[in-house]
């Protein structure tokens, strides 16, 4: 089905009519039905997003994909909107079968693999406890038998250790390495890959010691509460080549023993894209897909601000990255660096025309100046977080901004977070916010991820001025 329904663009133009097309599965739209050679717009999944009909209004309908997507959008009468709603549901109901299949076979291979992951946190601890065992035997100067049976012990426990991480690496590309960013529609975010937990291993010299004598206690068993007990029965089921019933419960004892030494995980370092992995090439180009997914990645930010009230915010700055992956879906190869895509622009004299991918992505850049102001204030210590927003927001948006927006940022920012609330909404486990030392975590993260982020903003900077690109237009 095609045809023309207004859309909600944003404060300042309103509703505007589009030319929108649904077709297998995904609906599209354009500035007009003439100009639908040039390119969709925007487009929507509607497998994956709600179809909402408006309380009052006869011929408004609303699709969500929450926390992501929003299409606000009227039909000229309410019978043109009864043809969209039929056309959209019909669409909807063929495709959520198919859906729900891959959902649950996403969830089970994703339990699969935290549980490899736990059993390779075990494996790690029986290596380290292990080796150390061999530095022992050698500094004490026991026989050479002992150390054979110590080396087959290593050698098992590696061959177990190998195994149990083939599994875990096919059970990840067999749920994450989908042709699910094939099939995406034009212009919506890619599919971020699910980070496995982390594993950090902070042995004391003290733990790495198991004895094995009959009836003995090593200091380990003590100072954990028995897990080195587990540990030394998982140790013999390994060198027999044998895996207990119990093995599913183990790794967890394993893991909770090993949470105080850990640093908290935060939303900054448990993300799937950041500023601070992007490796700039020889010429400070900024790779396009990197710098794109690292900037799909810190919009949850916005929601943690206020999913409502920054939701035009949010509208705007993810419409800019739309419009940039647009332009790198053109021609992935020909644009690597978003250098090159502004210097194409330029030779083809569309820099500075509007909605060019030259003109999004310096609107992105002033939205992530924003974003990096404020967690800039936020590290340095402002517990106010309706002042940190008020201060990045007179540094950098605010000369952009007409009357009319900056009320809209008025109101936003009075609805701001307290700072508990806010730094509660960036932990990955419900009540790390609560221990001694997730502050230090939290200005940790940051403090790795804010520089890389200030530099390629920089060098953004660098570029704009050097051809004469910023622009002192008010919105």
Known sequence: MEGVLYKWTNYISGWQPRWFVLDGGTLSYYDSQEDAWKGCKGSIKISVCEIQVHSSDSTRVDLTIPGEQYFYLKAINAAERQKWLVALGTAKACLTDNRTKREKELQENTEALKTKMSELRLYCDLLLQQVNKIKESDE??????????????????????LKTLEECMQIANRTFNTDTTTHSPPGTPPVAAIKPQKVHFSPQPSDLSVQHQAGATSPATKSRGGNAVQLEHRERE?????????????????????????QVETFFSTMSHRFSDIRLDDDNGIPSQEFLDSCYAIVPVLDKLGSTVFAPVKMDFVGNIKKIQQKL???PDGFPTLQSIVLHELGANVAQVRNSAT?????????????????????????????????????TLRQYHGWVVRGVFALALRAAPSYRSFTAALVTSEGDDLRSDFTSSMHKDLGVYLPAMERQLTILDELYEEYNLESDEVV
Not at 140 to 161: A, H, P, Q, Y
Not at 238 to 258: F, I
């Open 238 to 262: 390994v060198l027999d080549g044998e895996e207990s019933d119990e093995g599913d419960e183990t790794p967890m004892d394993s893991a909770e023993s090993d949470s105080d030494t850990e």
């Open 140 to 161: 004490l100067g026991e026989t050479t038998e002992t150390g054979i049976d110590t080396g087959n012990l290593v050698r098992s426990t590696c061959t177990t250790f």
């Open 359 to 395: 003109e999004a992505l310096l609107w992105l850049k002033r939205g992530l100046k924003f974003l990096q102001e404020f967690l800039s204030e936020v590290n340095a210590g402002e517990q106010d977080i309706q002042a940190a927003l008020n201060n990045a927001y007179g540094k």
């Open 329 to 331: 879906m053109s021609d």
